[in-house]
């Protein structure tokens, strides 16, 4: 008997707004949760969008709408239901025993997401702590959101056990996490600590502008390049020859997205540090994305809350190749004449950011160590 790949869990994509005037906004907000989704390995059967006057606080899209959900769940055989939002404990609650299906809101995708591009010891462990941080106060004395503490979309946990045991045990290994993790940053500032005579230089931006293909273009690395999302967990650093002998370290960062969890925010703070311990940034941004002014701005808040916002950031807008508006590319060029346009993949502005580094090195006033 031949063997059968395990089919792959099949979900529906659940957006909710306000106002019809945030309708097309909430559309390409689900695109964006489709990738993910499908980053995580599932199938998307259909997406659906809810306008209601208001945020239902038991149901987030209404009890209505909620029983047409269960009828669509079981008329196409899904598996899954993803909020494109968070949803608060008592709504995973209630929209789970109504539907009897497993929701997953925005947060917990996105967590799937990093705990299955995870690969180093660090990266596990941070993932590890956003997921019961995030799920600590979801904990149930019964139903399907306690089973399922053990992993994400399509796994199961242990099944049911005392509350009060879960919680202690959880305390208890959230405390250990933070304590590993605690000795992992102390190494990577002795690490730092040891480079400080080289001018540093993090890639940053939104998931997917194409930080890896940058870094690869700068420094003749060959790190491997995906077009899904979060594919960059750990912080990659490489050193930028330059003529003259000049050399710096560049330095590849998670990338940011909308709505990231402050969660995972405060559990890569350790690999996040790189970006706000450089003596530059280089702002990546996906030009032939239409979103790309708002992932500017998302990129920012994160940027901002990481305390970095005001320091040196060049803008980059990578992947002109694939505009076929001149006149957005001429507008942009207007706007952000500090700017640079590059096509990291046809080495387009490479060298043109090569040159910005050596400005940016020159003029500060960081002193090396004889």
């Known amino acids: 008997m031949y063997e059968t790949e395990e ?3 099949r979900v529906l994509l659940v957006g909710a707004v306000i106002s019809p005037n945030n309708r097309w906004d ?3 907000s689900l695109d964006e949760l489709a990738q993910l989704s499908k980053t995580a390995g599932v199938e998307v059967v259909e997406k659906i969008i809810q306008i209601r006057g208001k945020v239902d606080p038991a149901y987030l899209i209404g009890k209505g709408k909620v029983l047409e959900i ?7 055989d899904i598996d899954v239901v993803i909020f494109d939002a968070d949803l608060s404990p008592a709504q995973g609650r209630n929209l789970e025993n109504l539907i009897g299906k497993k929701i997953i809101d925005r947060t917990e995708l996105i967590m799937e997401v990093f705990a299955q ?10 993932v590890e702590l956003a997921q019961l941080n995030y799920r600590f106060p979801r904990l149930t004395g019964k139903g399907i959101l306690l089973s399922r503490l053990g992993g994400g979309i399509g796994t199961r946990g242990p099944g049911e056990k005392k509350l009060e045991v879960d919680r202690r045990r959880i305390n208890s290994r959230i405390a250990h ?3 590993e993790l605690k000795d992992i940053e102390r190494t990577r500032n002795i690490q730092r600590k040891r480079r400080k005579n080289l001018f540093t230089v993090a890639l940053v931006g939104y998931t997917n502008a194409g930080k890896s293909t940058i870094m690869n273009a700068l420094t003749d690395a060959s790190m491997k390049v995906s077009s899904g999302l979060f594919t960059t967990l750990d912080p990659r650093t490489r050193i930028m020859k330059m003529d003259g002998n000049r050399q710096f370290l560049l330095t590849d960062t998670v990338g940011f997205i909308k709505n990231l969890s402050h969660h995972l925010i405060a559990s890569f703070h350790s690999t996040l540090e790189e970006a706000v311990e450089a003596d530059l940034r280089l702002h990546i941004v996906d030009v032939s994305n239409s979103l790309y002014s708002e992932q500017i701005n998302e990129a920012n808040k994160v940027l901002e809350e990481l305390g970095c916002l005001d320091k040196p950031t060049i803008l980059i807008f990578n992947k002109i190749d694939r505009v ?3 006149g957005l590319l001429h507008r942009l060029r207007s706007d952000y004449r500090e700017g640079i346009f590059a096509s990291a993949i046809e080495g387009t502005g490479v060298d043109e950011v090569k ?8 003029s500060s006033i960081t002193t090396p160590v004889p």
């Open 26 to 28: 909430e559309a390409s």
């Open 177 to 179: 996490l933070k304590k």
């Open 7 to 9: 089919k792959p869990e």
């Open 70 to 76: 269960k009828d669509l769940c079981s008329r196409y």
């Open 324 to 326: 076929v508006s001149n």
């Open 355 to 362: 040159e910005k580094i050596i400005e940016y090195q020159a």
């Open 117 to 126: 591009h995870a690969s180093s010891k660090a990266a596990k462990l941070q």
